[in-house]
């Protein structure tokens, strides 16, 4: 009888963080294709979640593992945009995707040994910037659609979200298990 074998630690710890991140992508990818007013769209309410996951992976693990959530996360959630979303939001959300976490990764790790809220703050602020400029102009440029004037709310969105989760990245980067310092 073949033996099962266990994936390795790391992988099993990864494994809530890699779900979190496809959930959270493929959720935003869907709800950006409705408008709640001329200003935002559902997606920008959800999106922001994805650098409080990026940020708690790379306090509690290092920028390494958080890059490697970010990869699968996004993997994942690409395969699903596909189906669920349009090519064309997949593409751009893929786009925008990598392009802020890589960001936000290289971000927080620089600010790291600072004061507790300074890296997931400026960090998810970077990020935010870049995904939110790449995606609406890929996404929506050429629709007819009021994409710039989403892209200005989604932003304002994230800023605020951002400063909301605040608290939520203080707990869940104090949770029980390895903490990387700088």
């Known amino acids: 009888m073949a033996q099962i074998r266990r994936p390795p630690r790391s992988w099993r710890l990864l494994a809530p963080p890699v779900l979190a991140m496809a959930v959270v992508v493929v959720a935003s990818n869907i709800l950006v294709g409705y408008p709640i007013n001329d200003w935002l769209t ?6 922001p979640v994805a650098f409080l996951v990026t940020d708690v992976t790379n306090r509690r693990f290092g920028p390494t593992q958080a890059w490697r959530v970010v990869s699968v996360g996004f993997a994942l959630a690409v395969v699903l945009s596909v189906v669920l979303a349009s090519p064309r939001i997949a593409l751009a959300s893929g ?3 990598l392009m802020a976490q890589a960001l ?5 790790n620089r600010l790291r040994d600072r004061v507790w809220w300074l890296p997931p703050m400026v960090s998810s602020l970077l990020g935010s910037a870049l995904d939110t400029v ?7 440029a050429g629709t007819g659609l009021p ?6 709310g989604d932003f304002g969105v994230k800023v605020t979200v951002a400063l909301l989760l605040l608290p939520a990245f203080r ?11 700088g």
Do not use: E
């Not at 936000?104 to 927080?108: C, G």
């Not at 790449?134 to 929506?140: E, G, I, S, V």
């Not at 994409?147 to 200005?152: D, F, H, S, T």
């Not at 707990?171 to 310092?181: E, H, Q, T």
């Open 147 to 152: 994409w710039i004037g989403w892209g200005v």
């Open 95 to 97: 786009t925008a995707f």
């Open 104 to 108: 936000d990764i290289l971000v927080f």
């Open 42 to 47: 559902w997606g920008a309410l959800t999106y």
């Open 134 to 140: 790449m995606f609406f102009t890929l996404a929506f």
């Open 171 to 181: 707990l869940l980067a104090r949770a029980r298990g390895p903490v990387v310092a």
